[in-house]
């Protein structure tokens, strides 16, 4: 049986680590590579990097911390921020990322999906949709980019619906009203992207602790949960996390069974 | 021993190098590797890897580009005997041919081909199957006593990220499974080669054991 994926993220800053509310007010605090191996030791199912940097000198940093990263952490490694064309894409994958999450880039140029779909396949093309409510929306939610700073006009599901028709073979999908704010993911965001494509979707945007990951699962149909602070800063562990999904009957793997 | 990579402009042959690398240091194995796609250093080779992400024609368009390629693969497997292992797209050209995208026909080492997985029903917490298939599933052991298995049980965890799966193979040939919708052929192999459709490169601990498995197998 496919087990729920728990999936840890890393905002990352020149290299190093950082997880603000809202992506604003960041703090700093330890070295990614050494994070994300402690993650994949502990039963991370993937490990989530989001590049925050803004120059490409910065970037070049990122390229280092992912290649190091590759070398000891043999779980999936998906990596998203300011990627802009596929020759990005292709040194993110030459570096040992397994997967690209793509977001304000398809916003202003919808066919990257489809070249990088095409070029690389598409289970290395994530989808990320930052969302915010909106009245105006068919579906209720707005795309925003730049860190929800900017909004876009287009409507989060049908947004989804093309990204998945161009190539994307996965959604990461953030809500930006809860993200940070440890309230619990957005189950109606999720569940109404979820029931709609027919890619897995990540719920992402504001786990606050074991039982948000179990109703985003149960009641929305996430494919996989995504969260950063709670176990940046030890509030909860990945293996807690996990015990919790499995009391309430949601398969997970047995991050116990080492050797 | 010498352990090649194939390099056909696939993927994550870091990824593998990495991993393949972790378990011959672990297991204090004298093995070097080498991701090329030179012919001489395929033919001078004790194993071979052939990796793939990314769709099937594009990875068989890969191949084909590099003169020679396909045929050195084959002699080498086939009559030279030289152990095998196909990763995901590089399992699935083993066989007869696969449907995605445009019919394409693979090395034919084995009968059967792919189609796209089935999504009938929901899940049991009434999700619907989403395809690809991305994730970490455990296996069914069908051919419980292959070294390959060895140390292996059926809580062992790998992580899958295909849309289409093998189906018309030969039973005998059937060394795991796996479920999802319907069951799901993950480990095929027959004399010295062997196919994995999940990642074993990216299966953490359960990929580790698999590989070292395999380092170790005397076909």
Redesign the interface.
């Known amino acids: 049986?496919?087990?729920?994926?728990v999936i840890a993220c890393l905002d990352v800053h020149d290299g190093r680590i950082v997880k603000g509310i809202n992506f604003v007010d960041l703090k700093d605090a330890g070295d990614p590579v050494e994070q994300a191996n402690l993650y994949?030791k502990t039963g991370a199912?993937e490990i989530c990097f989001l590049d925050i940097s803004a120059t490409h000198e910065e970037r070049k940093t990122m390229f280092d911390v992912i290649?190091k990263t590759?070398?000891?952490c043999?779980?999936?490694l998906t990596v998203g921020g300011g990627i802009n064309n596929l020759s990005d894409f292709r040194e993110l994958?030459?570096?040992?990322a397994?997967k690209v999450s793509i977001n304000s880039a398809a916003v202003y140029n919808p066919e990257i999906i489809k070249h990088s779909s095409?070029?690389?396949?598409?289970?290395?093309v994530v989808l990320a949709i930052d969302a915010i409510e909106s009245k105006i929306m068919p579906s209720g939610y707005e795309v925003t980019t730049h860190g929800g700073r900017k909004k876009t006009n287009m409507d989060v599901l049908n947004w989804a619906k093309q990204g998945v028709e161009n190539g994307a073979?996965?959604i990461l999908l953030t809500s930006m009203t809860t993200d940070g704010m440890k309230t619990g993911y957005n189950l109606n965001l999720t569940k109404l992207v979820?029931?709609n494509v027919?890619?897995?979707?990540i719920a992402s945007g504001g786990a606050g602790n074991p039982k948000d990951m179990v109703d985003v699962?149960?009641k929305s149909?996430a494919?996989?949960v995504l969260a950063a602070s709670i176990f940046h800063f030890g509030i909860h562990s990945i293996l807690s996390v996990k015990k919790e999904m499995f009391k309430n009957?949601?398969?997970v793997?047995?991050c116990e069974?080492?050797? | 021993m010498n352990l090649i990579i194939i390099d056909y402009g696939s993927g994550n042959l870091r990824s593998v190098e990495n991993a393949f690398f972790n378990s011959i240091t672990e297991n204090n194995l004298k093995c070097k590797i080498k991701v090329t796609n030179n012919l001489q250093s395929i033919t001078n080779a004790d194993f071979l890897i052939l990796p793939g992400v990314g769709s099937y024609p594009d990875c068989k368009k890969g191949l084909q580009e590099i003169d020679g390629l396909i045929e050195v693969l084959s002699e080498q497997v086939i009559y030279k005997k030289k152990k095998f292992l196909g990763i995901c797209v590089g399992m699935q050209l083993m066989f007869d041919f696969s449907l995605e995208k445009i019919k394409t026909s693979g090395f034919s080492w084995l009968s059967g081909n792919f189609k796209k997985i089935k999504t009938v029903g929901l899940d049991y917490l009434g999700r619907n199957f989403k395809v690809p298939h991305m994730g970490w599933n455990s296996l069914q052991l069908q051919y419980a006593n292959h070294p390959i298995l060895k140390n292996l049980n059926e809580k062992d965890q790998y992580y899958f990220v295909h849309s289409y799966y093998l189906e018309n193979n030969e039973k005998n040939q059937l060394i795991a499974s796996t479920n999802y919708c319907h069951e799901i052929p993950a480990i095929v192999g027959k004399d010295n080669y062997i196919g994995v459709q999940f990642h074993p490169e990216k299966s953490s601990f359960s990929g580790q054991k698999l590989i070292s498995n395999w380092l170790k197998w005397q076909p």
């Open positions: 049986m496919l087990s729920t994926r994949s199912d290649s590759a070398e000891s043999f779980v999936p994958l030459a570096c040992g397994d095409d070029k690389f396949g598409n289970q290395c073979g996965e979820s029931e027919s890619v897995p979707v699962v149960l149909g494919s996989a009957g949601i398969h793997r047995d069974n080492k050797k």
